[in-house]
Structures are given as structure tokens and as C-alpha cells.
């Protein structure tokens, strides 16, 4: 945990010496706003004990998220283990060659600190990030897939609809060439027809997208419940798909004989 000011626990703090306390970013944001939170005192309340001695902050360090990757930071206090001990202790190591392969070295030092100390529970942190991730990543899967067959299916029925309804409009497309109109100026309407529904529904889409998503925020990590790609992305997706919809009937239409087109209606 990167340390922002202040300074880090040492050997000096003992059981005898000043009550010391390190606090996160969050708690300094929230408690000393606009002010330098070091050598202030503080009173933190614990489960662990009642009420622990009057601390003195000697540093500040960064955010971290303790209770899960999709909660929110909470203000934190950090306590030296000589003035406050507890049963348990995590140790965290730093290894340049495969963690693993380290292990046995790591049981001997602690065997020689303590012959009743037994490690368990050892990963990675990898392993251990994997963990915490799996659920979410499991919720990620299931949702892009059906994210995705919901996306084809909408291509798929939008290029129908719109393409049936180009194709029932070729009477009406004939008479107008009939009556002198440019080929190219009714594929124009009828593509501009096509595309101005396709805008509308998906401004109506992306209305009720953002509406949604906000539900499942807490399922999104480092991403915004409007990220600006995907809506691009896939508005632009089912525009595209408005276009050709509209674009393929349309140009069909304008190349049969105007009499034909009308005499078949």
C-alpha cells in the first residue's frame, strides 16, 4: 500500500512507546478536509477490544478495497501489531522468482521466529485475485452472452421489419418514378425514412439502457454506467443495419418498371 505522507511503522513502536496510527486516504478526505492529518490525535473505535488508547497519525496511505473488489472504500485505520496484536496475522511476500517455489524457504524463517506458527491458506496473489473475481466474471459471461443474442436478434428483426415494410412501399415507388421522380432522390427518402425511425428508437434504447444499467453497476469495475464506446458502438450497429435495411428494398424497387410495379399492385 503506497504510503502518500507521513511516515511507515518501525522498530520504535513498541507496546511502551506513543500509540500510533496509520489512516487511508479516505478517512484524511473525510476527517481533516483541507488540512495535513499528521500528528493529529485520534480515538478508533474497535471490535477488537473496546476502545483502544488515544493514537497519534504518523502517516497516510492510499485506498484499498478491503471488503471486495465491487464495494465501496471505507475510512480505515491501521494499528502497529506490537501495540495491538491479534491471533491471526496475513503476511503478504514479495518474491522475484515463482512464489511458490519460494515457500519452503519462507516456513523455515518463520519456524525459526516462532516453531508454533503454521502457515495455511498460501496463494498467490493471482490465485487469490481470481478468487475474489470468479463470481463477477461468472455475472460478466452470462450477461454478454445474452447481451450478444439479444443484439443479433435485434439486427435481425430490425432488417426484417424495415426491409418488408421498403418492399410493400414498391407500388408507391413506382408512381412516383412514374411521375418523373429521380431514382436517386426516392432511394434518398426512403433510406432517410428508414434511418430517422432508427434514430428515434435508438434514442428511446439509450434511455432506457442508461436507466438499466445503472442497476447493474456494481457489477462494473473501472467502467461507467454510461461508458461512451459501447453506446457508440452498438448505436451505430443498429443505424448501420436501419441503412441497409432500407437501402437494399429501396434500390430493388427503383430498378423495376414503373408499369410493372403499378399493374402488380
Known sequence: IQLLSGRNFNQYDTEKSKPVVIINETLARKHFPGEDPIGKIIWPASSAGGYPPKRE??????????????????????LPHSQFALDGMLLLVSTYDNPMATLPAIKAVLKEIDPEIVPYNVRTLDKGLSIELAQPRFNTMLISVFAALALILTTIGLYGSISYSVVQRTHEI????????????????IVGQGLKLAVLGVGLGLAGAIAVTRLISSMLFNTSTTDPVTFTVISSLIIFTAGLASYFPAHKATKVDPMIAIRNQ
Open 174 to 189: 413506382g408512381i412516383r418514378i412514374a411521375l418523373g421522380a429521380n431514382s436517386s432522390s426516392v432511394l434518398r427518402m
Open 57 to 78: 497519525i504518523i502517516g497516510v496511505v492510499s485506498d484499498i478495497r478491503n471488503n471486495g473488489l465491487n464495494q465501496e472504500v471505507m475510512a480505515e485505520v491501521y
